[in-house]
């Protein structure tokens, strides 16, 4: 199995290669959280906001930079083709199910964004005193399974939808949906914790939150103890739910792809 | 007058063929909706924790969030699929077709085909404008209404011409498609007041990536705040903008190489 997923990895990393100059221009174009940082800096005033100090905002928005790039899937308009045109079915004669092949392709994209992303995380704390990281090594450890669990999450999630296409035509449209709720509900754009209660506990329910502010809330050591435990249950049990969703969908997709004669 | 029947007669195709997919149509207003539904939490987000941000309050700076979505609405309708049809022609060799038309050239590259569905964007945005004078009981002046109205042509002229400006680097740059997103990086900036930027963001909004003079400034007048030299201002950068523009076209036109050749 592993000498698949090496040869995957490295027709992805490949690929990745060659598109480094526009993978650095959409990289570029993702400053709304930026954005939000200069208002909620300007709106603060100096003081805190909610259980946000000032500084926390450099650290929650630039992080989320971060945990943004190393989270993202962008395979819904791949995979929403490859079914509609039928170019899925080469794919299918291969000894690997196609999943595997759009996993490695995403992962192997991700280490070209580090030389741009890890020095955001390391010049916050220096330009702005008080921001920084919780980087005990428990901690750390904590951020990167919550991390892994958060990509797996929002993955399964995309690849879901993305299936969605053996039925409807709207795939795409449906996954463009989500992402604006995940905008508003992940933390993304505002920090959860400012949200009015209501809001802010509804979210710890729906799955957006795990693929994006619970790890971002680990890295900043807003999280600890039987939270964090409760949390990753959380977490865990909607990758569960998505994995399974995803091995329905794809093998009655399949059934009926091969119905309509491709 | 021309001019005027030949852009009917465009919107009147790019409408006639979306027609053909109506549930697409149902769809994508349920997106604007849903992204109106994001971009209205950004904003009050704010207000759940301060009265004003930047000195603006939440109806004033409802205004904003308006013309940024009649913005943004305008950029997918008319911009963007327009934009990318001029780098597909001079990646193609199709430009020459344009060109040997007996129409001005820039006209017929960049007004040519509409997605027509995102004007839902421009409705949306209009309608929370005019909720949010409603909030602030207050009704403007003819004059405040002229100027505002004035403004916002000269912000739809702005727009227009910036994006031409970068896609015209097209004719020498073949990929700069790159380019124009990064206008919408500074573009979503603009759906805040520009106050509540640090002085040397709002200059950069102002005078570099005119995105202040879309929304703000516009708004500013609505509530009879703007003084008369930032109105001359943003009307002295549209009819700037604007020849240069063209200017740089015609210089693009004059040295294409077409693809054959």
């Not at chain 1, 928005?61 to 045109?85: C, H, K, N, P, T």
């Not at chain 2, 102002?206 to 929304?215: E, K, N, R, S």
């Amino acid at each position: 199995m592993w000498h698949k997923w090496w040869a995957l990895f490295r027709a992805g990393w490949g690929n990745a290669l060659a598109y480094r100059a526009e993978i650095f221009i959409w990289m570029l174009t993702g400053t709304l959280p930026l954005v939000m940082m200069s208002v909620w800096l300007s709106v603060a005033g100096g003081e805190a906001v909610g259980s946000f100090q000032p500084a926390d905002f450099v650290s929650y928005y630039l992080g989320g930079i971060f945990v943004r790039q190393m989270v993202g899937v962008w395979i819904v308009w791949d995979l929403e083709r490859a079914i509609r045109l039928g170019e899925l079915s080469p794919k299918l004669l291969r000894p690997i199910n196609p999943i595997y092949e759009y996993m490695a392709e995403n992962l192997a994209a991700k280490p070209m964004r580090l030389p741009v992303l890890l020095p955001l995380l390391v010049l916050g704390p220096l330009l702005y005193p008080g921001a920084g990281y919780e980087l005990s090594p428990a901690n750390v450890l904590a951020f990167l399974v919550t991390l892994a669990l958060a990509w797996l999450l929002y993955f399964f999630i995309q690849y879901c939808i993305g299936l969605l296409a053996f039925w409807m035509s709207q795939a795409t449209s449906l996954w463009q949906a989500w992402f604006h709720l995940w905008l508003v509900f992940s933390g993304y754009l505002i920090p959860l914790d400012l949200f009015p209660p209501l809001v802010t506990r509804l979210s710890a329910w729906l799955p957006f939150r795990y693929t994006f502010a619970l790890p971002l809330e680990v890295l900043m050591g807003r999280l600890g103890g039987t939270v964090l435990v409760h949390q990753v249950a959380i977490q865990v049990a909607w990758v569960l739910f998505f994995v399974a969703l995803y091995r329905m969908l794809w093998s009655r997709g399949l059934r009926r792809y091969s119905a309509v004669g491709a | 007058m021309r001019y005027v029947r030949l852009l009917w007669l465009f919107f009147k195709n790019s409408l006639l063929v979306e027609m053909e997919y109506r549930v697409n149509f149902a769809l994508n207003t349920l997106l604007s909706v849903l992204w109106l539904g994001v971009r209205l939490a950004a904003v009050l987000a704010f207000f759940v924790h301060r009265p004003t941000i930047g000195g603006w309050t939440l109806p004033e700076a409802l205004i904003v969030l308006g013309l940024f979505n009649v913005f943004s609405g305008i950029i997918d309708a008319v911009l963007r699929p327009n934009m990318d049809q001029i780098v597909e022609h001079i990646r193609k060799g199709t430009m020459d077709f344009i060109l040997t038309k007996p129409v001005n050239s820039q006209f017929l590259a960049s007004l040519r085909v509409f997605v027509v569905w995102n004007l839902a964007d421009v409705v949306l945005g209009l309608g929370v404008i005019v909720y949010a004078l409603g909030r602030l009981d207050f009704r403007p002046s003819s004059a405040q209404v002229a100027v505002f109205a004035a403004l916002l042509v000269a912000g739809v002229v702005i727009v227009y011409a910036f994006w031409m400006l970068l896609v015209t680097l097209a004719f020498w740059f073949v990929r700069v498609s790159n380019i124009t997103e990064l206008f919408s990086t500074f573009f979503t900036a603009g759906r805040f007041p520009v106050t509540v930027y640090p002085d040397w963001v709002r200059w950069l909004l102002t005078f570099i990536v005119p995105v202040a003079l879309l929304t703000t400034f516009p708004a500013a007048s609505l509530l009879g705040r703007l003084t008369a030299t930032y109105a001359l201002l943003s009307l002295g950068m549209a009819a700037g903008l604007l020849v240069a523009s063209a200017a740089f076209w015609n210089y693009a036109v004059r040295h294409y190489a077409s693809a054959s050749s």
